[in-house]
């Protein structure tokens, strides 16, 4: 069975500073995406950035950046002048290609963003 | 907007009295999956549907149901809610197939158990 670990249960960072989150997974399978997704207090959870496993190239969205080590599997989420609304509960999540869309969450790691 | 809306927001049931906690959306996905979330922890998948195929995971108790009458709407019914349930569902969607690999989330259900 896959499993995410999320080994930073809570985190801190002051604001328009850079943060990183780790996350390493286990899995037998080649091919598969990983995801971080944001979860603010008392809102809905929504994702934050994407990775397919057979691209090499990291994947960014604006200020969010991974660092995808297949061979380590290893994919940690840096977040570059970070914000006081990026303060949330952020979930690394697997999930195999072809699997239904089903998806296993690490733990999370609560982001404070101090002003 | 396209999304997935959950009703209630809040929801505050008896002990063992039957609840019922919708979910809706408006992307038109294959699957739709519930979750529950107990406090700062990982969601835990309780079961999906894709299309009409309903997938119970291996774990989840009985208490727990599903109904999926059509492509919009899913339903988790739990039968007799105990202290333990208490918790926030969350309701969420993807279509693989499509190529949106990411699940969508609805704003999720606290439910209470008094």
């Known amino acids: 069975a896959q499993t995410v670990t999320q080994s930073q249960p809570e985190m801190s960072v002051q604001e328009a500073e850079t943060v990183t989150l780790s996350c390493t997974y286990d899995?037998?399978?080649?091919?598969?995406?990983l995801f971080w997704y944001k979860q603010p207090p008392s809102r809905q959870m929504i994702l934050v950035i994407r990775?397919?496993?057979?691209?090499?190239q990291n994947a960014t969205e604006n200020r969010f950046s991974v660092n995808f080590q297949k061979a380590a599997k290893s994919f940690s989420l840096k977040i570059s002048d970070s914000q006081l609304g990026d303060a949330a509960m952020y979930f690394c999540a697997y999930r195999r290609s072809g699997n239904a869309g089903k998806s296993t969450f690490g733990d999370g790691t609560t982001l404070t963003v101090k002003p | 907007d396209a999304m997935v809306i959950q009703n209630p927001r809040y929801q505050v049931t008896q002990f063992g009295k039957p609840v019922t906690l919708s979910c809706s959306q408006t992307?038109?996905?294959?699957?739709m999956y519930w979750y529950q979330q107990k406090s700062s922890q990982a969601p835990k998948l309780l079961f999906h549907?894709?299309?009409?195929?309903?997938?119970n995971e291996a774990d989840t108790p009985d208490n727990f149901q599903s109904r999926r009458p059509n492509t919009s709407f899913c339903f988790l019914d739990i039968r007799s809610p105990g202290l333990g349930d208490a918790a926030m569902y969350l309701c969420?969607?993807?279509?693989?197939?499509?190529?949106?690999?990411?699940?969508?989330f609805g704003q999720g259900t606290r439910l209470t158990v008094v």
């Open positions: 969420a969607t993807s279509s693989p197939g499509t190529g949106n690999t990411e699940a969508f």
């Open positions: 549907y894709y299309d009409k195929d309903f997938n």
């Open positions: 899995t037998s399978e080649s091919d598969y995406y």
């Open positions: 992307l038109n996905h294959n699957v």
């Open positions: 990775q397919e496993a057979y691209k090499q």
